[in-house]
């Protein structure tokens, strides 16, 4: 995905640091917003692997650090829940300035509540998805008992929260009391999709209960089964992006108009872009998304094929589906054509049919069957048409290849 750091004004005027993540040509279908935990930033490691999975969709996202938090300015002092909403209004209006009005709202623990408090003001949301959030922001009032009694003496005090420090005044209790949540879940009228963890030490699997039944249709849960309250493990968070990412296609897959959808440039079929994490790569193949990759022995991730796996795909689909066409219009009685491929490397020497003769050369080998009731002239007349499809005659021709510079 391609991903940028910007800055937009708060409602009270700070810039507020933020990241929009974009699919691989840069050009998404639509945008989400993404509201962080309570303490948390943009930058927490599970909420870039469920944007990555947007991304992976043609979602864009924004993902930004509330004021005073991260890297945005203000002091968190000043803040409560109700200007946390505001932010998140902000950064929607942002979104519909610069690029699309938001059609997704996504929140995380505390960002959860935030995001089903805004959607009520934000007509052009279609989407929202809660992970692991609290049903009331009051719950976070208990992560603050130990200093209630200073803030109340002082007006304010300082408290640790996930192993920082924060000052916490008096007005920050005072709005989560006047907070009330049922109301605005109750007449959310969007398509909700509330996902938590029942092993939940900090925000219990309860909070989700209260959620859902407050809501009305369409409603959806996730279960996210042995997940943590951040969703740690690499492994969790990833199940929260694809489910969440092939949730929302479905309520804002159509929200563009045919004219106003993206399409690739007509010198790119395919677009692929490789950044930091290891050798992930994201490939944009004539609108459809896929990942390539490299074994974790190699120092890869292993979250997808290798280069020369999707080669011998392209092959063996080709071949597949050649012969596919063939069977019908022939009338054969074909019902499925399976191709097995395998490439390696071998000395020259010990290839017979090989014009070269010395060094190593690629060999791909391709099994067919056929399943189906053929004769045995016509399954010997299908292994002939397997090597005219063309992919196959293309690696068998010369082939030209232009490399040149693209400025960025």
Known sequence: MQSEKITFPSAAGDKLAARLDLPVDGKPIAYALFAHCFTCS????AVSNISRALTGQ??????????GLGESEGDFADTNFSSSVADLVAAAHFLETEHSAPAILIGHSLGGAAVLQ???NLPSVKAVVTINAPADPRHVAHLLVDAKEEIAAQGKAQVKLAGRTFTVKQQFLDDLEKTKMEKSIRNLQKALLVCHAPLDNSVSVDNAAIIFQAARHPKSYLSLDKADHLLSNEEDSLYVGTVAAAWARKYVGGLLPDADKPALSADAQVVVRTDRAHYQTAILANGHSLTADEPVSVGGTDT????????LAGLGACTSITLRMYADRKNWPV??????LDHSKIHAEDCEECESTGGRIDRIEREVELIGDLDEEQRQRMLEIADRCPVHRTLHSEISVKTRLRES
Do not use: M, Q
């Not at 019902?335 to 097995?340: A, D, F, G, L, Q």
């Open 42 to 45: 943009k930058n927490l490691h």
């Open 58 to 67: 043609r979602i864009g996202v924004l993902r930004f650090d509330f004021t």
């Open 118 to 120: 805004a959607a009520g």
């Open 304 to 311: 997808g094929p290798t280069p020369y796996d999707l080669l």
């Open 335 to 340: 019902e499925s054509i399976v191709v097995y």
